[in-house]
């Protein structure tokens, strides 16, 4: 455990020495601003009735920005290490390949929970000006917080692939469209398969806690889904010993 | 456990799919010792090294280091092993503090062992006024040392250093020769190479590797005498060259002759006989006979960079 946190440490110090970190906390700010806005903007002015909720923000989020926010953040991580070959010293360290991933997917959450912490700025305005339900707020960020570790979990992996970042992030940014729109494409074929195929989907699980719903098989699903990515990531690093 | 051997490797054999790299390689490595690991481009040095060093396991066989096997119970071997890959493996956005700081506590030191170790690294390494420099805007000879002395901090038991001295300036391979000369005794260490000089300069005993194969053991000085055997003479004669030169050929066993100048009228031949003729006795007593005067007569032993091309080329030179 000792070593998780050494090396999740160790990344978060170069993360933010690196221009990456500005850059992305620029934009995210920046697009997360511009939902929240839009959001109160038309409740106050719209036929609806105006609502103090983060609901918008949270589901804009997790079509718009997470994304290309988890690949962003995860395509160095593991690529990085093997393209300059330092891989070779982690690995050859007295840690266990485990430790190396939970390091790396710890750094990246820390990353985002850092993001997702300049958004309770909006919480606040939300709360001088109306009254926000805390329950709904709660249970909105721990499908944000789920949903965003399932996104870092299946960067992670992609990262571990290559060693080349770009094809990193393109290939888990693939992954995380299909994902998205899997709810979507579900209605096309209909029948059972379309519920299997719609429940594999990583939007359709969002939607409850959005409303303020913690469903235990929407927790269960982010949860094992992140498991299931970290599993192969780490699967993938020993896999890369007997190449 | 009394351990007397700080790395073993019994019949370390490693195919890369069909493609056999390491075949049956057995050694052993004592305490305090350094040894050279030579062969060309491409011979298994490098599969060989991280065998040792857990990053592959081998197909089959065992290796071990410091008694732990690096198959069966690797985070042990592993916090035994100071390493330096051949590609000098750094993080350049981090300081030389920062980052010797993380090696270290990432082989388990803590943070008040690393705080004390690292005064000696820096000044072994001679990287004192580079301690708060990024890593990236280091030259490839720095560069070199913040790699040696990430591989020391933790004062590991055995040292492996994959070709330490390819691409740097000429002065800084002198520098890390002589630190790699310091570090032996407190450390065992594997150094695989292939500038020959290097091997007789630093180490006690060569490991010869070729295609996968260990093809000759021993020390630096025993390899060149056993190998060369007696039937390589050098002779300094004065006298006419051309008629010296033909005598000597007709001599019964020579097979080649050789000549450079070695001042006014005169040469040093070099003579090939077939293998294991002494033909010093003869050679001396033909050039006396003659009139000539002879100055020197020696045998020649080989030098590292004939014996390896010997050994890696089967050249046969039994004629």
């Known amino acids: 455990m000792r070593n998780t946190w050494l090396i999740a440490w160790k990344e978060i110090r170069v993360f933010f020495t690196s221009p990456m970190a500005y850059v992305v906390g620029f934009i995210f700010v920046g697009l997360t601003g511009y939902f929240f806005v839009r959001s109160v903007d038309s409740a106050l002015s719209g036929p609806n009735f105006p609502e103090a909720s983060l609901r918008h923000l949270f589901s804009q989020m997790s079509i718009f920005i997470i994304p290309w926010l988890a690949p962003v953040l995860t395509m160095r991580l593991l690529a990085e290490e093997q393209k300059i070959g330092t891989l070779e010293l982690l690995l050859t360290a007295p840690v266990r390949d485990w430790e190396v991933v939970m390091g790396k997917f710890v750094a990246s959450m820390t990353f985002f929970l850092g993001g997702l912490a300049l958004t309770l700025w909006y919480v606040l305005m939300l709360s001088w000006r109306g009254n926000p339900d805390p329950g709904t707020l709660a249970s909105g960020y721990l499908g944000i917080i789920l949903y965003g570790s399932t996104a870092m979990a299946i960067g992670l992996l992609a990262s571990s692939f290559t060693s080349n970042q770009i094809v990193s992030a393109v290939v888990s940014l693939g992954i995380l469209v299909l994902l998205t729109f899997l709810e979507v494409g579900a209605d096309q074929v209909g029948g059972v398969a379309s519920t299997v195929v719609a429940q594999l989907g990583i939007t359709t699980h969002f939607g409850d806690f959005v409303r303020g719903v913690i469903d235990s098989s929407n927790v269960v699903y982010y949860l094992s889904v992140t498991g299931v990515f970290l599993f192969l990531t780490v699967r993938n690093l020993e896999t890369r010993r007997w190449r | 456990?009394?351990?007397?051997?700080?790395?073993?490797?019994?019949?370390?054999?490693?195919?890369?799919?069909?493609?056999?790299?390491?075949?049956?390689?057995?050694?052993?490595?004592?305490?305090?010792?350094?040894?050279?690991?030579?062969?060309?481009?491409?011979?298994?040095?490098?599969?060989?090294?991280?065998?040792?060093?857990?990053?592959?396991?081998?197909?089959?066989?065992?290796?071990?280091?410091?008694?732990?096997?690096?198959?069966?119970?690797?985070?042990?071997?592993?916090?035994?092993?100071?390493?330096?890959?051949?590609?000098?493996?750094?993080?350049?956005?981090?300081?030389?503090?920062?980052?010797?700081?993380?090696?270290?506590?990432?082989?388990?030191?803590?943070?008040?062992?690393?705080?004390?170790?690292?005064?000696?690294?820096?000044?072994?390494?001679?990287?004192?006024?580079y301690y708060d420099t990024f890593i990236g805007k280091l030259s490839k000879g720095f560069r070199q040392r913040v790699g040696i002395a990430q591989a020391i901090i933790h004062e590991p038991d055995v040292l492996i250093l994959d070709e330490p001295t390819v691409g740097i300036d000429p002065i800084q391979v002198v520098e890390t020769r002589q630190l790699i000369k310091d570090l032996a005794g407190g450390h065992t260490v594997i150094l695989s190479t292939h500038i020959l000089p290097e091997v007789s300069m630093l180490c006690d005993r060569v490991l010869i590797i070729h295609e996968g194969k260990i093809v000759a053991e021993d020390t630096p000085d025993d390899l060149g005498t056993k190998l060369a055997g007696v039937d390589r003479v050098e002779a300094e004669v004065e006298g006419p060259r051309s008629q010296i030169l033909e005598v000597l050929k007709k001599i019964r066993g020579i097979i080649d002759v050789t000549s450079r100048p070695a001042g006014k009228n005169r040469n040093v031949y070099r003579i090939q006989a077939k293998q294991g003729l002494d033909l010093r006795p003869t050679i001396s007593r033909t050039i006396v006979n003659n009139n000539w005067a002879l100055l020197n007569i020696q045998l020649l032993s080989m030098s590292l960079e004939e014996i390896f091309l010997k050994l890696t080329t089967e050249e046969d030179l039994r004629t």
């Not at chain 2, 305090?32 to 011979?43: D, R, S």
């Not at chain 2, 060989?48 to 119970?73: C, H, K, N, W």
């Not at chain 2, 493996?89 to 062992?113: A, D, N």
């Open chain 2, 1 to 129: 456990m009394a351990i007397r051997a700080m790395i073993e490797a019994r019949n370390l054999t490693k195919y890369y799919g069909s493609f056999l790299a390491v075949e049956k390689v057995n050694f052993v490595i004592k305490k305090g010792e350094i040894l050279g690991f030579l062969g060309p481009n491409g011979a298994g040095k490098t599969t060989t090294m991280r065998i040792l060093t857990g990053f592959i396991p081998p197909t089959s066989g065992e290796a071990l280091v410091a008694g732990y096997d690096l198959v069966g119970q690797s985070i042990e071997a592993r916090a035994h092993i100071g390493y330096l890959p051949e590609t000098v493996p750094l993080y350049t956005e981090m300081t030389v503090k920062e980052y010797l700081s993380f090696m270290g506590r990432l082989r388990g030191m803590k943070s008040g062992q690393v705080r004390e170790r690292l005064g000696y690294v820096i000044e072994a390494c001679r990287l004192e006024d």
